[in-house]
């Protein structure tokens, strides 16, 4: 099938050629006829499946066949999305459609001056892409009017629920004309997701195009065990050996993502971390720099794995396996995109062996293993020869016991090494007091 025979306009195909695609997805294939006929939509899809192009082409399309009834323009159709980086993603999509044929966008979300916003939505616009929180702020303020909308979307549904933006989805619906089009899109499709059709969605039409939470096939997946200590190090490696020039890492937290950069700059890797504590201005920098190809990695949190849209990245990597299994497969989504190859590797240790238990139950099939041989899961520890060898020069001592046969030799041992380990301390507490404490040497923990 091919985008003519969907009933797209030529603005639409020419914007669509434009952009490289020549046949549609089956999620467009299936949802754009569904939604030119007029009916809510609930549905699902896996990650990097054109899901956002599926709802876009045919809303444009529509709102521009539909006469305005006054001059001054207020929003029309509304798209949810649950983070900063998937409203710029899909705000740029409808822009990019929007503009051949006359239609405005502007995207709603925190962590920026709200009074720019208000000055765009002023000056009228069409469709609005929001996170929920900064909208209702808009709402609250009587900056944006929501009694025209004809079209809602909520896009990364399951994300939203995640991110406990439920109660906010419901007070916005309150705020929305009753007659209106709903579209459910999710990349996951859960309990929850039928529960929250149940409140917002109309009978609706529902089209699940892959098996609910499975990886995207274009992904090749890589499981490498490795010792804790030795991620980073293993990591640095694959990066030099297979001269990754584009790769995206996964850590748990904001300061694990900090950290590595740091460590991967000391390795004359050239790093970035993009998180929650950065300010939108820094992350939306960040993430232009890594696109142009003048970052190597880009170290992100679970706020990068939704949403971000980055052509032909080659590489994936988790660093920390996340926590909830339907994060892996948003995670290893970002590669593989639009009918290109990627390849997802996680560098897993001991102690994440139930997380990675959990996301195999999931995907229902085990990720293949590799090994390199320089890295051993458990690292043998430099100290341990040393203790070895400590208590071979002990079991010398029983000698002087033959010697000496009396009881009172045993209890005397331990006495003897009692006093030593009080000095160790003593000497080590006043060592601690007196020297800063910059001198104890952070850099000395990378190596």
């Known amino acids: 099938m091919s985008f003519d025979s969907l009933g797209l306009c030529d603005e639409l195909l020419s914007a669509i050629a434009s952009r ?19 009916k809510d939509l609930l549905a699902g899809a896996q990650t990097g499946t054109g899901k956002t ?12 066949e539909m006469v305005l009834p006054s001059k001054r323009r207020s929003p029309r159709a509304l798209v949810l999305v649950p983070t900063r980086e998937l409203a710029a993603q899909v705000s740029e999509q409808m822009q990019n459609y929007g503009r051949r044929l006359s239609l405005r966008s502007t995207m709603i979300y925190g962590g920026v001056n709200i009074q720019a916003q208000i000055e765009r939505l002023h000056r009228g616009v069409d469709i609005v892409v929001a996170t929920p929180g900064r909208l209702l702020d808009h709402v609250e303020r009587n900056t944006i009017n929501l009694s025209k909308i004809e079209f809602l979307v909520l896009d990364e549904a399951d994300r939203m629920l995640d991110l406990g933006f439920i109660d906010d989805i419901l007070n916005i619906v309150e705020y929305l004309p009753s007659q209106r089009q709903n579209l459910l899109f999710s990349a996951t499709y859960s309990q929850s997701i039928k529960q929250l059709a149940d409140e917002i969605l109309d009978q609706p039409q529902r089209i699940e195009v892959a098996r609910r939470n499975i990886a995207a096939d274009a992904v090749t997946q890589l499981i490498y065990s490795v010792d804790r200590n030795r991620k980073r190090e293993m990591l640095s490696h694959l990066i030099r050996k297979g001269e990754w020039n584009q790769v995206l890492v996964f850590v748990r937290t904001r300061y ?16 970035a971390p993009i998180h929650s504590n950065k300010s939108q201005s820094i992350r939306t920098r960040t993430l232009a720099e890594f696109k142009r190809g003048e970052l190597r990695v880009l170290v992100a949190t679970d706020v990068a ?16 396996l996340p926590q909830v299994p339907e994060d892996y497969v948003h995670r290893i989504g970002r590669t593989g995109r639009a009918g290109e190859d990627g390849v997802a590797i996680s560098l897993v240790c001991s102690a994440e062996k139930p997380l990675l238990f959990e996301i195999e139950k999931l995907l229902e099939y085990n990720i293949p293993r590799q090994t390199i041989a320089e890295f051993p899961q458990i690292a043998v520890k430099r100290g341990v020869k040393a203790k070895v060898t400590k208590k071979s020069k002990g079991s010398s001592k029983p000698k002087k016991k033959s010697v000496q046969p009396t009881k009172a030799k045993p209890p005397s041992k331990p006495t003897k090494a009692k006093s030593p380990a009080k000095t160790t301390t003593s000497k080590r507490g006043k060592a601690a007091t007196e020297r800063p404490a910059p001198k104890t040497g952070r850099r000395g923990s990378r190596s």
């Open 20 to 38: 490289g695609y020549a046949t549609p997805t089956p999620i467009q294939t299936q949802a754009i006829p569904v939604i030119f006929e007029g």
């Open 256 to 271: 694990g993502a900090d950290k590595l950069t740091d460590e991967l700059l000391f390795d004359g890797i050239k790093a």
């Open 305 to 320: 794995a939704r949403g971000l849209d980055i052509e032909r990245l080659p590489h994936v990597v988790n660093y920390d």
């Open 53 to 64: 192009a599926a709802f876009a082409l045919p809303i444009v399309q529509i709102l521009s």
